[in-house]
C-alpha cells in the first residue's frame, strides 16, 4: 500500500501558511515529497484570492481597527476571513492520485470524503455542489483547487466555532447586511462544530478522521511526518515574497473602478432589492446580495441564487438565473425569477428586455 505523509503546521500568521502553500505544492511538482495531507491554523485573517484587490473586496478600516491582518492567497476564488477557530485541511497530490484535471470531479471525490470525515463526528454532513460540506443545508466547510504543472493543492476549513458577524463585517458589503436581521439570517446558512454538538470537539479527533476518511478514499496509507530541508528552502524563499506590502497589493485597483450599484423596484409579488458589485470593465458581476420582500422556501433559496450568480459574465445573467429555479423546487410567494434578473440589471444600469416588465 502506498504511503502518503500527513503533517500539522499549527497556529501561523497568515504570510506563513500562505508561503507554505508554495513550498509544499512546488516541492510535490517537483516529486520532491510524497502526497500530504496538512492540517493548519491562522491567527485573524482576511485572504484574498490571487487575483483581486484589497481596496475592492475587504473592509480596511475594519481589518485594521480589530488586528486583523489582510494577505494574498496564491489560488483564485474570493476573499475569505480564516481565525483560530477554524481548522484547515489541504491536500497536496499529483495529478495521478486523482486521475483527471477536471476540478468538478476533483472537488466531488474530495468533498465526500471530508463529508465523511466530520460525520464520523456525530452529524449528517454531505456535499454540496460545487465544493461546499453542509449539515442540514447549512455550510460547515468550503474548499476549492489549483493545479501547478501536475501538483495539485486541494484546501478545505472547517468550522469549530465560528463568528459568522465578524467575516460579515470583514468583507465589502453593502450595509444592510449588516443589519441585526441579516447577520441572523447568514447564521442560519452556516454552521459550525460546537453549536452542533453542543461541545467543542477534540482537535486529535477531527484530525484522525480526515485521516481515515481520506485513507479509505485513496486506499493509502499516512504516516506521521516534517517539513522536509527542500520544503524548508522553498519556505525561506516564498516568504521573503510573501510577507511584503508588495505581494499584499500586487492587484492594486481603487473602489471606484468596481462600486456596489443598488437598485429597488416594487412587482406585483412584493419589493425586490439587489446591492451589485459590479466590474464594467470585465463586464462580470462578482457579486449579488437581494434584500425586500422575499419570503423564499426553502429558506436557502436565494443565498443559493446569489452564490450562483457569483463571477458570472452579465450576458449571462438569466440564462443562469431561469437556470437556477429551473433546477431546484422554490416558492417565492409572488416574486418570480425574472423579476431577479429585472432588478439586476437596473442596478447595473442595462436595458431592459422587453419581456422583464
Known amino acids: 500500500m502506498e504511503s502518503w505523509r500527513v503533517i500539522d503546521t499549527g497556529l501561523r500568521p497568515p504570510a506563513q501558511n500562505i508561503a507554505l502553500n508554495r513550498a509544499l505544492l512546488e516541492a510535490r511538482a517537483a516529486e520532491e515529497i510524497p502526497s500530504t495531507l496538512r492540517f493548519l491554523r491562522f491567527t485573524a485573517s482576511a485572504l484574498l484570492g490571487y487575483h483581486q484587490s484589497a481596496e475592492q473586496e475587504l473592509n480596511l478600516d475594519y481589518c485594521r481597527e480589530h488586528g486583523v491582518t489582510v494577505q494574498r492567497r496564491i489560488t483564485g476564488g474570493g476573499a475569505i476571513y480564516f481565525d483560530e477557530t477554524q481548522i484547515g485541511w489541504e491536500l497536496y497530490l499529483h495529478q495521478r492520485d486523482v486521475g483527471t484535471r477536471d476540478m468538478q470531479a476533483i472537488s466531488k471525490r474530495i468533498c465526500h470524503a471530508a463529508a465523511t470525515a466530520v460525520s464520523a463526528l456525530g452529524i449528517d454532513a454531505r456535499y454540496r455542489p460545487r465544493n461546499d460540506i453542509e449539515v442540514d443545508g447549512r455550510k460547515i466547510s468550503g474548499t476549492g483547487g489549483a493545479f501547478d504543472d501536475n501538483a495539485l493543492l486541494f484546501q478545505g476549513t472547517l468550522l469549530v466555532d465560528f463568528d459568522v458577524e465578524k467575516m460579515l463585517r470583514v468583507l465589502r458589503i453593502p450595509a444592510e447586511k449588516l443589519s441585526d436581521k441579516a447577520i441572523a439570517s447568514a447564521r442560519e446558512r452556516v454552521a459550525n462544530l460546537k453549536e452542533l454538538l453542543g461541545r467543542q470537539p477534540d482537535t486529535a479527533t477531527i484530525r484522525q478522521y480526515f485521516v481515515e476518511a481520506f485513507e479509505s478514499e485513496f486506499s493509502v496509507e499516512f504516516r506521521e511526518g516534517d517539513l522536509t530541508l527542500s520544503e524548508h528552502k522553498r519556505y525561506q524563499a516564498a516568504l521573503a515574497e510573501i510577507d511584503t506590502v508588495d505581494w499584499v497589493h500586487l492587484v ?77 423546487p422554490a416558492d417565492l410567494l409572488g416574486l418570480a425569477p425574472a423579476d431577479f434578473v429585472t432588478v439586476v440589471r437596473i442596478a447595473i444600469g442595462e436595458p431592459l428586455l422587453a419581456r422583464h416588465p
Do not use: C, N
Not at 419570503?295 to 438569466?318: K, N
Open 252 to 328: 492594486a485597483r481603487p473602489r471606484a473602478d468596481m462600486p456596489i450599484l443598488e437598485a429597488t423596484r416594487k412587482f406585483p409579488g412584493g419589493l425586490l432589492r439587489a446591492a451589485v458589485t459590479y466590474d464594467a470593465v470585465a463586464r462580470l458581476i462578482r457579486q449579488v446580495w437581494f434584500t425586500g420582500d422575499i419570503f423564499a422556501s426553502p429558506r436557502r433559496t436565494v443565498a443559493d441564487l446569489e452564490a450562483a450568480l457569483h463571477d458570472l459574465p452579465l450576458d449571462r445573467l438569466e440564462q443562469r438565473t431561469l437556470a437556477f429555479f429551473a433546477s431546484r
